[in-house]
């Protein structure tokens, strides 16, 4: 039998405590799988005292996971402390100085410095897996830097934040706002520790920028990723989306297009019968289309100690078994550095105005759209009670730029009330 492959866990969390318990529970089965022991040497956390509800005696303790990270002892240093300043990325980055492997859920740091770890990691010849980073126990990195890895990918869609696809589910089953739904989700404990990372958008702006890193073969940029978070949408719009048979969703894509690399975290419809659309709760779902396989939907649970725990095994039990798969699928200094592009991909939108009821004003909003290009597919004007009419549109497919400019001359036609609302409906 080979050596023992040994661990250092540096975090105690949730996911850190479900990978300890896998490995004191599933000993046998993954020793069998592995093909050898996998072993946790020593542990590091914050607090050395606290009940996490299982036995750690066993383990060493290092208060400080930097000195966990330099341990001589130590093959995979699994960093499960998460953010990208501070404890996290000094640890990892000791670790890789050290030649160790790296296994870590973080997907904050790798969206920042995933180019550098990557390249320091392979320079050192060892491996930096992430599994657990995107959409917790999906096995999607493990899809496309494997089996899709005979694919050039045209387009990668997903639902990658649970928390946000709770409250939008959650608004539109309960009939009650946001701040409701948000309230409620803050105290069901889903909302990371500075919410704005799910509502804002950037955690899933994350995933989808590591995403589209191993997909198209190009530098990590998160930095590019249009962000836009689901705080302004209104139950009104969850409504009235619904009516029109479609879901908003808190949506990532990404793609090549002509000019570069287009990135969008953002708000957007998507018919309610297609699989993104009966999307409910904290699911996570990720819609893959390669040029010959044609398009694979993973989904699963996005978050919890389970699923997260389990990507974890995964990328553990890889390197126990000598699979050697480089970071982003393909040797970091391979990757390319492509522009980044604001989107300009066609698509219908759904736009929601509030108009004085008088006559001509439809008129004049037809006009104005007439005016750049834009043609309407269905309209719909509800029933009000005062003189301001809530009308839907929804477009023929367009290009972004021509909607963007259709609502900055809004206000010219004097007969809209307040912004108007777009929102991209993707084409699925
Ligand atoms: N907060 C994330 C979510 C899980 O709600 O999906 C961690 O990325």
Not at 198 to 226: M, P, R, Y
Not at 258 to 280: H, I
Not at 326 to 355: E, H, I, W
């Amino acid at each position: 039998m080979t050596n023992p492959i040994k661990l250092g866990i540096a975090g105690l969390g949730t996911v850190g405590i479900g990978v300890v318990k896998i490995i004191q529970q599933k000993a046998e089965t993954l020793q069998a799988r592995a093909g050898r022991n996998i072993e946790i040497v020593a542990v590091s956390a914050k607090s050395k005292n606290k009940d996490r509800g299982i036995d750690l005696s066993m383990y060493d303790w290092e208060s400080d996971p930097v000195t966990l990270a330099n341990r001589k002892d130590i093959d995979i240093f699994v960093e499960l402390i998460g953010g990208h300043v501070g404890a996290a990325k000094n640890s990892i980055f000791a670790a890789i100085d050290n030649e160790k492997h790296i296994v870590t859920a973080n997907k904050a740091l790798l969206a920042h410095h995933g180019q550098q770890l990557a390249e320091k990691t392979e320079d050192k010849n060892k491996l930096l897996r992430f599994e657990a980073a995107v959409a917790g126990g999906i096995p999607v990195i493990k899809a496309l830097t494997e089996g899709l890895a005979g694919n050039s990918l045209a387009r990668v869609v997903g639902v990658m934040n649970g928390t946000c696809n709770y409250i939008l589910t959650r608004m539109q089953s309960s009939g009650l706002s946001y701040d409701e739904i948000f309230k409620e989700a803050e105290a069901l404990g889903y909302l990371e520790a500075d919410p704005n990372l799910d509502v804002g958008g950037i955690d899933a702006g994350h995933k989808l920028a590591l995403l589209a890193s191993i997909g198209f073969g190009t530098k990590v940029n998160f930095e590019a990723v249009q962000l836009e978070g689901i705080g302004q949408i209104s139950i009104d719009d969850i409504n009235h989306a619904a009516d029109m048979g479609f879901r908003i969703k808190l949506l990532g894509v990404a793609q090549l297009n002509g000019d570069g690399l287009e990135q969008r975290m953002s708000p957007c419809l998507v018919p309610a019968a297609s699989p993104l659309g009966q999307l409910e709760g904290g699911t996570n779902m990720v819609m893959l289309e390669g040029d010959h396989v044609g398009q694979i939907i993973l989904s699963g649970p996005g978050a919890g100690e389970g699923p997260t725990a389990s990507a974890v095994m995964a990328d553990v039990i890889d390197i126990a078994r000598g699979v050697r798969i480089p970071t982003f699928g393909q040797q970091a200094n391979t990757l390319r550095t492509v522009q980044s592009v604001k989107s300009n991909t066609r698509a219908p939108y759904y736009l929601r105005l509030s108009l004085s009821d008088k006559p001509g004003a439809l008129a004049k909003v037809a006009s104005l759209l007439g005016d750049f290009g834009i043609s309407i597919d269905r309209m719909r004007q509800y029933a009000h009670a005062d003189e301001n009419a809530p009308v839907l549109i929804v477009t023929h497919t367009t290009d972004p730029q021509s909607i963007e400019k259709a609502l900055a001359n809004v206000p010219k036609t004097g007969v809209v009330h307040d912004k108007p609302v777009a929102l991209r409906i993707e084409p699925l």
